[in-house]
């Protein structure tokens, strides 16, 4: 997509979550899915290294962990540090899985690379029109007044600006989430949309692993200012098993209250199939549970995230063929396959 002189364009991601199951010495060799949302952070960066973009944002949990591994730390940040150096401005929005502070601070160090480690507001240049990017990192209380202080500790209105944008990491109202589509409405972690200034010309925001865009309230009011949410660059949860992942492409009409919206495009990255099956096991022989979850795995994609969930209490002598170890040589090298398989009180008093 062309985009206009007029315009600014922004390439929003987030909840890229680097380090799930990504040990740096695993202990069991099986496949891993790290790489995997490594490979996808880098999928969504490509348009920035490619110069199709003014800005990048990144709206929290770059990391699955506070504490993440040094070498899954050098990884990530490498991916930002490359868009930098070909001069596209990168801001990063502390979040919950890093408790609200990004690790290796000296692996951020870059004239264009910005962490939103307090409240505060940034502004660059952009042919000639000024962004201000305003933010805080992750909060467990957000609502009502406690929202309105910690936007306005970022001091956003200090200074003119061409366009304004709102980057943060929280759940918002009327966001929904899972496979029954929870939908938050209220809390002290849920912020009210119609808080927002309307001088804001969006609020990018992170956590909320589905991608959707809120323009309105829950009564039906407009919003002040559209809050996207890129979602997830992979699935973390079987709760998320059928949903889109990938990226956001936004273009801004900059002017003079602040900027607005004019246009927003999903981009969808590759997204491993995730299923859960339940295999009945009460009464069945060791041989022939084997043989039920191998013909199970072999109707789904070989690639496939698959979670059995065993029906019935299972006899003693079935249950090694319950393991770990068993489900891994019944399927593809190429499958992830878990079994969430608490040992019965009655099978574990047999033992």
């Keep these: 997509v062309t985009m206009a002189a007029s ?16 040990p740096v010495r695993p202990r069991v060799e099986r496949r891993r899915r790290g790489p995997e949302f490594l490979a996808n952070l880098e999928r969504a960066l490509a348009p920035a290294l490619r110069g199709e973009v ?19 730390v050098v990884a990530g940040m490498a991916c930002f540090h490359r868009v930098a150096e070909r001069g596209v401005p990168v801001f990063l929005v502390p979040g919950n899985h890093e408790r609200s502070r990004l690790p290796a601070p000296l692996l951020q160090l870059h004239p264009l690379l910005h962490v939103f480690d307090v409240p505060r507001t940034f502004v660059t240049v952009v042919r000639g029109r000024r962004v201000a990017l305003a933010g805080f990192p992750f909060a467990r209380v957000v609502d009502g007044r406690a929202f309105d202080d910690r936007r306005e500790a970022t001091r956003w209105r ?13 759940a918002f109202r ?30 990018i925001c992170g956590h909320i692993h589905r991608h959707q865009l809120l ?6 009011r407009r919003l002040p200012a559209p809050v996207v949410m890129p979602g997830s660059v ?9 949903e889109a992942k990938g990226y956001v492409m936004l273009d801004f009409r900059p002017d003079a209250r602040g900027g607005r919206l004019e246009r927003t495009r999903f981009v969808r990255l ?55 170890a068993n489900l891994r040589r019944l399927a593809p090298r190429t499958m992830n396959v878990e079994l969430p398989f608490r040992m019965p009180e009655r099978s574990r008093a047999a033992r």
């Design 215 to 220: 323009e309105r309230d829950l009564s039906g």
């Design 7 to 22: 315009q600014i364009r922004v390439l929003a991601v987030s909840d890229s979550h680097l380090g799930f199951d990504h």
């Design 54 to 72: 003014d800005l990048v944002v990144h709206g929290g949990d770059v990391f699955h962990r506070s504490r993440p591994p040094l070498p899954v």
């Design 158 to 170: 200090d200074g003119s600006a061409d366009l304004r944008l709102l980057c943060v990491h929280q």
């Design 270 to 324: 590759p997204a491993r199939t995730m299923a859960v099956r339940r295999v009945g096991v009460e009464g069945v022989s060791p041989d022939e549970l084997d043989q039920r979850l191998g013909d199970l795995l072999t109707t789904l994609p070989p690639d496939a995230v698959v979670r059995i969930e065993p029906l019935g209490v299972p006899m003693p002598e079935t249950l090694p063929r319950l393991s770990a």
């Design 234 to 242: 992979e699935r973390t949860s079987f709760q998320e098993q059928k």
């Design 174 to 203: 009327g966001a929904r989430v899972g496979l029954h589509d929870y939908c938050f409405r209220r809390g002290r972690d849920v912020v009210d949309g119609m808080r927002v200034p309307g001088e804001f010309a969006a609020v």
